[in-house]
């Protein structure tokens, strides 16, 4: 069922999502080489339990971590382990955070030491997709409008896509209805509505399309093993557009402005 939130509880869900969002530049000084993702877990997890939250994630549905902690051909649901990061990696991290009893979902792929320029255009294009999806909710637009144009831009660069995962309604729980899909789908006729708060989040491979889970049951690998990137916004539909909810206040006509260019 697709609910509907009130101002406040949007309100709530941003509140949750600063959070997130001051957790992501705080990780920056620690993502680099010799580190271990487990490390980086125990990190993030005391900065969120700092901020009079809790890390969304751990536990959920027996998932060990606080975050999601992905390096290279892991799409999504890395495990923290003692998996160092290396020069020339790139690591995403996924995160809901939970402040009085709501919840905000995004992720953020971040480039370790030097790293190759195709693998620096898959963060910039997909960091791109993300924005010029979110360009797209409007109350009556449907899931496709948004899920489109990742796709669209996705072929355009020869990327691969995920089909068995996808975006998806957040803020009481960490997923809700509807799904977010990545690409064009029957699902996605269905048309968005103001007061529906929504986790937008491409998944891009750098090689083929499609996913591999690990015998771990949560660890999703690119079928090739080349490099994949996420990156994810919670969006509030409103009454004339959208609300970036888990950014810096105040920073989203700048993000914006920054994606406008690509196509």
Known sequence: ??????????????????????????????????????????????????????????????????????????????????????????????????????????ARTYPVGKISDAHKKLLERTEAMLYKAIMQVAPNNTINDVGGVIEDMARKYGYGLVYDYCGHGVGYKNHEDPQISNFRCKDGRKKLRAGMVIAIEPMINLGKDGDITLDDGWTVVTPDYKYSCHWENTVAVTEDGFDILTIHPGTQDELLEKFKKYK
């Open 1 to 106: 069922m697709i609910t509907i939130k009130t101002k406040d509880e949007i309100e709530k869900i941003r509140a949750a999502g600063a959070i997130s969002a001051e957790l992501f530049d705080y990780m920056k000084q620690y993502i680099q080489e010799g580190i271990t993702t487990l490390e980086l877990d125990k990190i993030a997890e005391d900065f969120i339990l700092k901020h009079g939250a809790k890390p969304s994630f751990k536990n959920y549905e027996g998932f060990p971590g606080s975050i999601c902690a992905s390096i290279n051909e892991e799409i999504i649901h890395g495990i923290p382990s003692k998996r160092k990061l290396k020069n020339g990696d790139i690591f995403t991290i996924d995160v809901g955070v939970l402040l009085h009893g709501f919840i905000s979902d995004s």
